[in-house]
């Protein structure tokens, strides 16, 4: 606190600033300090949060990562000779061995200027004239070069690769050890894209003409066969040697001829290590929530965040995720329909370093994984994976408001029209069928689970009623990831929308703590005031007992 009041004690012997100080520090204990201590609590409650939903988002990062089962089926492929071709492969690969013939590489052409010349330097062109260089690539039309008189062998080169009008051609020159020749190199690889020099035998360039070039390299198709097709004499052709159309979900590398094996398997190590990464971050969740919540019968002593409806609606939404049935899944249809099937499970021992978190039976989670891969991909990170048990009513759609889940279906041709049952509710309303006859789509209404939801069918018109299941599978990374989106929401998510409300309250306790501050320094200095008057009053209390001894003694 400021004030211009200051006291000696002299007078009065009495330290009255010390008396103020107490004063003042006692009136704050009283009425400002129980409100720090209030504000404190609300800002630590704001802090817990805050944490909590960090430790959200690093989960939703995860999950997004694997939350299709392209992300998170991962395959490898093996080659048994790596100098012939290697492979990557994706979730889309089937597991399985291939022979693979490689043929024939694809190669660009290389044309050659067969005598060459004595330096780089060397004139190609001393006519006293422009005379002109001329070739075609690919087949197509014949490219005209003019090329000056004292042109030299490094100028011709730069002058066919700075042509605006070079359809693909790159100009180079090789030196064999006693000449320079200059090189045509196509930039394309391919049977098709040849280079022919002076097609038209009109060039004027003399040693640069019709037949002055050797093809040192022929532009030239990749050639494979795959596990003996097709057969001989015929091979599998492409512009490329990276090629991603042959086998599905694998890309070959060619690098050489010969004949390999390639292992499509999957790569056990690499999903486990993500299943590791998505338990990690669920348990820095959880165990985060598990601080800031407990409660000690014992002691009575609670977390800043017990009993906070916020984080009791988090913990209830994730923890339902990863212990019930996924959306879609049909005991029965699929091998497997929740994560405790596989090997997860929630540590209940009381007292064990690990109570309250996720963990993983590995040997249970690996005799599944090997098993049945595509069934753990799916049971984790199926996306909205739509099937039906009708093949003539078949999953075409849906939209960011279709609810995953299981819908019966009707379809009736002769009015026309088609309705959803999600599973456990009521048939909802009647939906005209798009389309035509035997090319009808049925599309979900606005304001229902199904919202979105579009089906094909074929059948025809005035065939009546006909019913199907549909199955709208979401995997769990697919269901965390949409829970997390909705539960970090900067606009919508439960922490965010509380701690705007508990910002509020620490705002209304900083404004009164402000008044408090202001009450309290008038307050001193009103004890000043009155103090300094005192000590005045006494100083002259003191003068004038002073002067009242002095005339006592004078009269004696």
């Given at each position: 606190?400021?004030?211009?009041?200051?006291?000696?004690?002299?007078?009065?012997?009495?330290?009255?600033?010390?008396?103020?100080?107490?004063?003042?520090?006692?009136?704050?204990?009283?009425?400002?300090?129980?409100?720090?201590?209030?504000?404190?609590?609300?800002?630590?409650?704001?802090?817990?949060?805050?944490?909590?939903?960090?430790?959200?988002?690093?989960?939703?990062?995860?999950?997004?990562?694997?939350?299709?089962?392209?992300?998170?089926?991962?395959?490898?492929?093996?080659?048994?000779?790596?100098?012939?071709?290697?492979?990557?492969?994706?979730?889309?690969?089937?597991?399985?061995?291939?022979?693979?013939v490689v043929n024939q590489l694809a190669r660009v052409e290389k044309e050659v200027h067969t005598n060459g010349e004595s330096s780089e330097d060397a004139v190609v062109n001393s006519s006293g004239s422009t005379q002109t260089f001329q070739y075609n690539y690919a087949g197509g039309s014949t490219i005209s070069v003019d090329v000056?008189?004292?042109?030299?062998?490094?100028?011709?080169?730069?002058?066919?690769n700075n042509d605006p009008n070079n359809p693909g051609v790159t100009a180079s020159i090789l030196y064999d050890g006693s000449a320079y020749h200059l090189v045509l190199t196509g930039n394309d690889m391919g049977s098709s894209n040849t280079?022919?020099?002076?097609?038209?035998?009109?060039?004027?360039?003399?040693?640069?003409?019709?037949?002055?070039?050797?093809?040192?390299?022929?532009?030239?198709?990749?050639?494979?066969?795959?596990?003996?097709?097709?057969?001989?004499?015929?091979?599998?052709?492409?512009?490329?040697?990276?090629?991603?159309?042959?086998?599905?979900?694998?890309t070959l590398y060619l690098k050489d001829?010969?004949?390999?094996?390639?292992?499509?398997?999957?790569?056990?190590?690499?999903?486990?290590?993500?299943?590791?990464?998505?338990?990690?971050?669920?348990?820095?969740?959880?165990?985060?929530?598990?601080?800031?919540?407990?409660?000690?019968?014992?002691t009575?002593?609670?977390?800043?965040?017990?009993?906070?409806?916020?984080?009791?609606?988090?913990?209830?939404?994730?923890?339902?995720?990863?212990?019930?049935?996924?959306?879609?899944?049909?005991?029965?249809?699929?091998?497997?329909?929740?994560?405790?099937?596989?090997?997860?499970?929630?540590?209940?021992?009381?007292?064990?370093?690990?109570?309250?978190?996720?963990?993983?039976?590995?040997?249970?989670?690996?005799?599944?994984?090997?098993?049945?891969?595509?069934?753990?991909?799916?049971?984790?990170?199926?996306?909205?994976?739509?099937?039906?048990?009708?093949?003539r009513i078949t999953y075409y759609g849906h939209t960011t408001n279709t609810e995953p889940g299981i819908y019966d279906v009707e379809i009736d041709t002769d009015t026309e029209q088609g309705r959803f049952r999600p599973e456990g509710e009521d048939w909802h309303p009647w939906v005209a069928l798009e389309g035509s006859s035997g090319d009808y789509y049925l599309t979900g209404a606005a304001g229902y689970a199904e919202e979105g939801l579009a089906l094909h069918t074929t059948y025809g018109s005035g065939t009546g009623t006909h019913s199907a299941q549909v199955r709208l599978k979401n995997g769990v990374a697919a269901e965390l990831s949409r829970e997390l989106d909705d539960l970090t929401s900067a606009s919508d998510g439960p922490f965010n929308v509380i701690e705007e409300s508990y910002n509020d309250i620490i705002d209304n306790l900083e404004n009164k703590i402000a008044r408090e501050e202001d009450r309290l320094e008038q307050y001193e200095e009103r004890l000043r005031q009155s103090f300094s008057r005192l000590e005045a009053f006494l100083s002259r209390m003191d003068s004038l007992g002073q002067y009242l001894n002095q005339l006592i003694q004078k009269s004696q």
């Open positions: 606190m400021s004030s211009t009041i200051s006291f000696s004690g002299i007078a009065s012997g009495i330290d009255f600033s010390s008396l103020v100080d107490g004063l003042i520090q006692a009136e704050r204990q009283r009425r400002i300090t129980p409100l720090d201590n209030i504000k404190s609590q609300w800002e630590e409650k704001v802090s817990a949060m805050q944490e909590i939903n960090s430790k959200l988002l690093s989960l939703y990062t995860v999950t997004k990562s694997m939350d299709t089962e392209a992300e998170f089926q991962v395959r490898t492929a093996t080659s048994s000779d790596d100098n012939v071709l290697t492979a990557s492969a994706t979730s889309q690969a089937q597991v399985g061995s291939h022979t693979m000056p008189d004292g042109t030299t062998l490094e100028e011709l080169k730069n002058l066919i280079i022919v020099v002076d097609p038209d035998s009109t060039a004027t360039l003399t040693g640069y003409t019709n037949g002055k070039f050797t093809e040192s390299q022929t532009a030239s198709n990749a050639q494979v066969r795959v596990d003996g097709y097709p057969p001989d004499p015929d091979w599998i052709e492409r512009t490329t040697n990276e090629i991603n159309d042959v086998i599905t979900g694998v001829t010969g004949t390999v094996s390639l292992t499509i398997s999957t790569d056990r190590d690499a999903i486990k290590e993500k299943v590791n990464d998505f338990i990690d971050a669920f348990n820095e969740v959880r165990s985060t929530i598990m601080g800031y919540t407990y409660y000690d019968s014992d009575g002593e609670s977390g800043i965040l017990n009993g906070n409806y916020a984080t009791q609606i988090v913990k209830a939404r994730l923890d339902n995720i990863v212990a019930s049935s996924l959306p879609g899944f049909l005991d029965g249809q699929e091998t497997y329909i929740n994560l405790s099937q596989v090997g997860f499970y929630t540590d209940t021992e009381e007292g064990s370093a690990t109570e309250g978190l996720l963990l993983l039976n590995e040997s249970t989670f690996d005799d599944a994984l090997n098993d049945d891969p595509d069934a753990v991909a799916e049971l984790l990170a199926a996306s909205f994976k739509g099937v039906t048990d009708d093949n």
